[in-house]
C-alpha cells in the first residue's frame, strides 16, 4: 500500500488524469490532481462554467456520453483526491513541483512521491501571411469559444488545415450558428481526397469513428458548406483583422471572404514538463516530433514518473483515458501493489488495437510536408517576438545554424512567452529546409522554467513561503 | 470591417447575469461566466498590441498555451485573458483608446 510520505501527484485533469487518479483511488492512494483549469475535464472535453445551460449533447454531442461519464468520475472522487484546479505546474525538479495558483496569483512547491505526467496537447500550427491578425485563431481555441464561452470567433469563418478536428468544428460552428447567424464560409482541407480513400484500410478497423468522421464530411457538403480538399493556404488578408483568406488549388488563386478563420494541422503533445523531469526523448515519425519514450504501461526513462495521454504522443481522449489507467496501475504495481493483471494486459490491447486507425488518420490528413518550401521569407514564424522565416534561413546559412537550440540561441525563435509551443515546429521545418537536413536530425527546443510566464513579483513570496 | 467591431459572437448561454466592467475608460457589460477574453473581444476587435510588431492581437490559442492573450488592466496588472474570469468592477485596456 502507498504511505502518506509517497503521495502521488498528477498533473492534468483531461481523460488520462481523471482516469489515472480514478485508478489509484481504487487501490487505496490519494492523489493529488493538478490542473490549469477551474474545472477539469481536459480540451475535447472541456466543462463550460457551471451555471452555463446547455445540455452534454449540445456540448459534445456523440461524445456527450463519454464525456458525461468522466466528468462524474471527477466529481465523485473529490472526498478522496486533493484536487487543486486553477493550478499550473511552471517548473519540475528535485522531486517538486512548482505551482501557480491563478486566482490568489501565489505560487507553492508541492512534493511528488510518483508522478503521473497527463500534460494534454494544443493545435499543431503552421503559419500561413496573416496569421497573427485579429479573428484568426487555431481549431482548437475556435472550438473553446464555442463550447466554454458560448461564443463563435466571427460571423462568416473559414475552417483551414487538416485533421479530424477540421471536421468537428466545422460541423459543430455550422450548427451551433444556424439560427444566429453564424456560418461556415468554406472548410479548406490541405490534404487530397485521393489521401482520404488510401487511407480507408487503416482507417475501417474503427469503423464507428470511421462513420463519424464520414457523417461530419457529409453533414456540412448536405447543407451547402463549401469543402475544399488538396489546398495550399497563401495568406489571411485585413488590415487590423481578418476579411479573407486566399488559397491555390494548384493552378488557380482562389479568395474566400470572411471575418474569422480557425486553423491547424491536428495536434502536438506539450512535452515541456516531461523535459523539465529528465525524460529521455526520442524522435516519433508517425507523430513527425521528439517525444519523451515510455514503455507500453506509460513508465518513462526517470524512476517513478509516468506518462498517460496525448501529452506522450497524440492518441486521442479513448487511448488517454486507457493510457492514464495503465500508467496509474504501473505506478501501483511498481510500488507493490498488486494490480489486476488481466486489466493490464487489456488495457495494452486496446491501446495496441488503435495503432492502425492512427497510421491511417496519418495518411487521411497527412502533414504537408513542403510547407517550408512554400513559406515566404517575409512569413512571421515566431508570434511572440516577431521573426521571419527569413532571418530564421540567414540565421542557418550565415552563422551555420543546424540545430534548434543554435537557432534559439541566435534568433530568439522559441525564447518568447509561447516557449516555443506554436512557432516550435514550424521553425523545425524551416531550418530542415534551409539546411538540406532531415527533420528528425535538426533536435528539439529544449523547455525551460518557467514553462508558462509567472509574474515576478511572485518569487519572493514563494521565497519566503517555503 | 473595422477594428471597432467585436471579433466574438454570443450564439448560446446569453440568459446570465450581466457583470458591469471598464473597458478602455468606458463602460462596459460582460456575463457571468464569461473569461476577461470574452467580455473584450464581444464589444472589441483586439486585446493588446504586439511588443515588437506593434500590430493588435485578440489571443490565438484561448487554451492558456500561446499567451498571446495578456491583457493589461488600468493599473498596470496583467492578466491571461483566456484563463481569467471577470469580474465586477475589472477596469481593463486593449492599447487603444477609447
Not at chain 1, 133 to 140: N, Q, R, S
Not at chain 1, 426 to 450: C, F, M, N, S, Y
Not at chain 2, 23 to 30: H, K
Request: glycine fraction near 10%.
Amino acid at each position: 500500500m502507498i504511505g502518506p510520505t509517497l503521495q502521488p501527484v498528477i498533473v492534468g485533469a483531461g481523460p488520462a488524469g481523471i482516469r489515472a487518479a480514478q485508478t489509484l483511488v481504487a487501490h487505496g492512494a490519494r492523489p493529488v490532481l493538478i490542473d490549469d483549469a477551474a474545472r477539469g475535464g481536459g480540451q475535447i472535453y472541456r466543462r463550460p462554467p457551471a451555471h452555463f445551460a446547455r445540455s452534454p449533447q449540445t456540448l459534445y454531442g456523440t461524445e456527450a456520453s463519454r464525456a458525461t461519464a468522466l466528468h462524474s468520475t471527477l466529481d465523485g472522487l473529490a472526498a478522496h483526491i486533493d484536487y487543486q484546479p486553477d493550478s499550473l505546474v511552471w517548473n519540475a525538479q528535485g522531486g517538486q513541483l512548482d505551482v501557480l495558483h491563478g486566482p490568489t496569483q501565489t505560487t507553492r512547491t508541492v512534493p511528488y512521491g510518483q508522478l503521473i505526467v497527463a500534460s494534454g496537447a494544443t493545435d499543431r500550427v503552421l503559419p500561413v501571411p496573416g496569421w497573427t491578425l485579429p479573428g484568426v485563431y487555431t481549431l482548437g481555441g475556435a472550438q473553446v469559444a464555442l463550447k466554454f464561452q458560448g461564443c463563435t470567433i466571427g460571423r462568416n469563418v473559414v475552417l483551414m488545415g487538416t485533421g479530424p478536428l477540421l471536421y468537428l468544428v466545422a460541423y459543430q460552428y455550422a450548427k451551433a450558428g444556424a439560427k444566429a447567424g453564424v456560418k461556415v464560409a468554406a472548410v479548406l482541407d490541405t490534404a487530397r481526397f485521393a489521401d482520404q480513400l488510401a487511407a480507408l484500410p487503416g482507417m475501417l478497423t474503427q469503423p464507428a469513428v470511421l462513420a463519424k468522421g464520414m457523417y461530419y464530411v457529409g453533414w456540412l457538403r448536405a447543407h451547402g458548406v463549401a469543402v475544399h480538399t488538396g489546398v495550399r493556404p497563401l495568406r489571411v488578408e485585413g488590415e487590423t483583422r481578418v476579411n479573407a483568406v486566399v488559397w491555390t488549388d494548384g493552378q488557380t488563386e482562389h479568395t474566400a471572404p470572411c471575418d474569422a478563420m480557425g486553423f491547424g494541422y491536428a495536434l502536438r503533445s506539450e512535452t515541456q514538463l516531461a523535459d523539465l523531469l529528465g525524460c529521455r526523448f526520442a524522435w516519433a515519425p508517425m507523430h513527425r516530433a521528439h517525444l519523451p519514450e515510455r514503455d507500453s504501461a506509460g513508465r518513462t526513462s526517470v524512476a517513478g514518473v509516468y506518462l498517460a495521454g496525448d501529452g506522450a504522443g497524440i492518441m486521442g481522449a479513448d487511448a488517454a483515458e486507457w493510457a492514464g489507467e495503465r500508467a496509474a496501475l504501473a505506478l501501483l504495481a511498481d510500488h507493490g501493489v498488486k494490480v489486476d493483471a488481466v486489466r493490464t494486459t487489456e488495457l495494452e490491447r486496446k491501446l495496441m488495437k488503435l495503432m492502425p486507425f492512427r497510421q491511417g488518420l496519418e495518411r487521411a490528413f497527412p502533414f504537408p510536408t513542403d510547407w517550408a518550401a512554400h513559406a515566404p521569407d517575409t512569413l512571421v514564424v515566431c508570434r511572440c517576438e516577431n521573426i521571419t522565416a527569413g532571418e530564421l534561413r540567414a540565421c542557418a546559412r550565415d552563422a551555420g545554424a543546424d540545430e534548434m537550440n543554435r537557432l534559439k540561441a541566435l534568433t530568439r525563435v522559441g525564447m518568447g512567452r509561447c516557449q516555443g509551443r506554436m512557432c516550435g515546429v514550424a521553425a523545425a521545418e524551416i531550418l530542415a529546409h534551409a539546411t538540406g537536413k532531415p527533420i528528425d536530425t535538426v533536435g528539439r527546443l529544449r523547455g525551460q522554467a518557467p514553462i508558462k510566464p509567472i509574474p515576478i513579483h511572485l518569487q519572493p513570496q514563494a521565497e519566503a513561503r517555503a | 470591417m473595422s477594428s471597432s467591431q467585436p471579433l466574438l459572437h454570443r450564439v448560446a448561454e446569453k440568459d446570465r447575469t450581466p457583470v458591469p466592467f471598464v473597458l478602455d475608460g468606458e463602460p462596459a457589460a460582460a456575463l457571468e461566466g464569461d473569461t476577461v477574453l470574452t467580455a473584450i473581444l464581444i464589444h472589441r476587435a483586439q486585446l493588446r498590441r504586439n511588443e515588437f510588431s506593434h500590430e493588435p492581437r485578440a489571443g490565438f490559442c484561448l487554451m492558456g498555451a500561446c499567451q498571446d492573450c495578456w491583457v493589461q488592466t488600468a493599473t498596470g496588472e496583467r492578466l491571461r485573458s483566456c484563463a481569467t474570469f471577470i469580474q465586477a468592477g475589472m477596469q481593463l485596456t486593449t492599447g487603444e483608446p477609447a
